[in-house]
């Protein structure tokens, strides 16, 4: 499988790579085996690009992430910015959480919030090592009001100790796992970051971060990883979008992105899958698949030959940014 470079670290990620919140029980039933089986799978299928986060069911992805992962040639990138303390929550649900472990999230994206968080993953994942550290959603997606506050940390404390530790060779690459452009232009001016994980502003359905992000990152050196391809799932068929149910505008030009591509004989969530990895600023899209069969269908997408017509077309009927650049065939 093919890899690319990120930033100026030298360390390169498969082009497809895992996400890992489904095997936490984000929006899905999955229970420790089929987590198990459908990483084991990914590296039966030659992907080594391995994303979670202490979020994703209050641990227990990382628990399974680092059992699978254990003693093989992997890339992980994993997240702080929240600690885990005991207590369950009255309404996982309400997190969108299915069976997650015992555990509340404090966020703290303090010099002592990011070492710990740091320290406290390499114990529940049971390896010596994450590859990439990312500050996992800073900005007013999440928190609002209280992004101020928050972001003052990083800027005065976190990323000191997120710079401490890529300098001390523990990680080889730092950045941000977000929802939202502004907030990576707002870290851009407080640090050297090396990649962003940018979940759904670069998808087939929204090139909102060609404007302003796109430009500054290629500056400052800074790659792209592309979560969320999908957008949640409006791309491949679901009604989600964001994390919740999708607008009227959403569901209407996801319905017209769709008919261009059942014009062109060509599976939407194929285009999906494959059109952020035009642009060479990202390394790596990062969908996250529930079981098996869906990874299978992932893999299949992103081998599908893709006319460059269907592109061409988008753009004419206005579907896509013009300054877009796209997958050359």
Same mark, same amino acid.
């Given at each position: ?18 996400? =890992? ?135 005065? =404390? ?44 670069? !998808?087939?359905?929204?090139? !909102? ?102 592109? !061409? ?17």
């Amino acid at each position: 499988m093919k890899k690319r470079q990120i930033g100026r670290t030298g360390l390169e990620v498969n082009t497809l790579g895992l996400g =890992g919140a489904p095997l936490g029980g984000n929006f899905v039933d999955l229970d420790y085996g089929q987590a198990a089986e459908l990483i084991g799978a990914a590296r039966d299928a030659g992907i080594g690009y391995f994303d979670t986060a202490p979020w994703y069911g209050f641990g227990r992805s990382e628990r399974v992430m680092g059992d699978m992962l254990r003693g093989t040639d992997y890339v992980l990138s994993d997240k702080v910015g929240r600690l885990l303390k005991p207590g369950a929550v009255e309404d996982p649900m309400e997190f969108g959480m299915i069976d997650p472990l015992p555990f509340n999230v404090v966020y703290d994206y303090s010099y002592d919030g990011i070492m710990r968080a740091y320290e406290d993953s390499l114990q529940r994942l049971g390896l010596d090592r994450i590859d990439i550290l990312l500050a996992h959603d800073i900005g007013e997606f999440q928190h609002g009001d209280e992004n101020a506050r928050h972001f003052k940390d990083l800027a005065e =404390g976190g990323y000191r100790a997120m710079n401490e530790l890529r300098k001390a060779g523990q990680v080889k690459a730092i950045g941000l796992g977000v929802n939202e452009n502004q907030v990576c232009m707002d870290a851009l001016a407080i640090g050297d970051w090396d990649v962003f994980l940018l979940a759904g502003r670069y !998808t087939l359905l929204e090139q !909102t971060a060609l404007e302003r992000l796109f430009p500054a990152c290629r500056a400052a050196g800074t790659s792209i990883i592309c979560g969320g391809p999908f957008n949640s799932g409006i791309l491949v068929g679901r009604e989600m979008w964001n994390y919740a149910k999708a607008p009227d505008d959403v569901v209407a030009k996801a319905r017209a992105l769709g008919d261009v591509a059942h014009a062109f004989d060509v599976p939407l969530a194929a285009a999906a899958l494959q059109f952020p990895l035009g642009d060479d600023l990202v390394c790596s899209v990062i969908p996250g698949p529930r079981d098996k069969g869906e990874l299978a269908q992932i893999l299949a997408w992103f081998e599908t030959p893709i006319p460059p017509e269907f592109w !061409t077309d988008l753009k004419t009927k206005g579907l896509m940014e013009g300054a877009a650049l796209t997958p050359a065939g």
